[in-house]
């Protein structure tokens, strides 16, 4: 489906709705200065309005960039994401272990505040939980290789330059 036939689909939004947002050319080109300063592209739809999470999901007294609903459809494209009443948080590093669509990155100021939420219920995902494991056994062997590798470098650095020293010569080790 497009952006444009995404754009054309009835969006009633719910209290805790998360939907992405992107302006629209037309926006950008009667801007005067950068609109993704201060601003994530990620609102949340919280009393009557859409309001962007770069200060935070929640609305705590700084007021980032508001938005009716008719507004950010004309000046850009919204897609949903997820509603935060049905989601739970989890840790960054677990994020890769759900499926696409059960686990959502929700940070905040260019994710600078990491926040990650999976769907309440959703379970880790089988084949990433294995993927996580394969990787991490693959990663130790290189690390494992890399380390022959420098001794046997360090080991032969020091045959060659031993002599060197003994020789009185200051080297660069």
């Known amino acids: 489906m497009t952006a ?3 754009q054309l689909e009835v969006i009633a939004p719910k209290e805790g709705d998360v939907f992405g947002f992107a302006y629209n050319q037309a926006e950008y080109d009667k801007a005067h200065g950068d609109l993704r300063w201060c601003f994530d592209g990620q609102l949340v739809w919280q009393d009557g309005q859409f309001v962007d999470s770069y200060w935070g999901l929640v609305r705590r007294g700084v007021d980032g960039r508001t938005f009716s609903l008719a507004d950010a ?12 009443n049905d989601v739970e948080k989890i840790q960054d590093y677990e994020f890769e272990l759900y499926a696409e669509g059960d686990a959502f990155n929700l940070s905040h100021q260019h994710g600078c505040y990491k926040h ?3 769907r309440k219920g959703a379970r880790k995902s089988v084949d990433l ?14 690390g494992i290789d890399r380390a022959i590798r420098n001794l046997e470098y360090a080991v032969l650095r020091r ?8 020789a009185g010569e200051e080297i660069s080790i």
């Open 4 to 6: 444009d036939a995404r």
């Open 116 to 118: 990650y939420v999976k």
């Open 129 to 142: 939980m294995r993927a996580a494991l394969d990787r991490k056994v693959t990663d130790a062997r290189h």
């Open 73 to 84: 459809q004309a000046k850009g494209i919204l897609h949903y994401v997820c509603n935060l």
């Open 159 to 166: 045959e060659q330059l031993t002599p060197r020293i003994e």
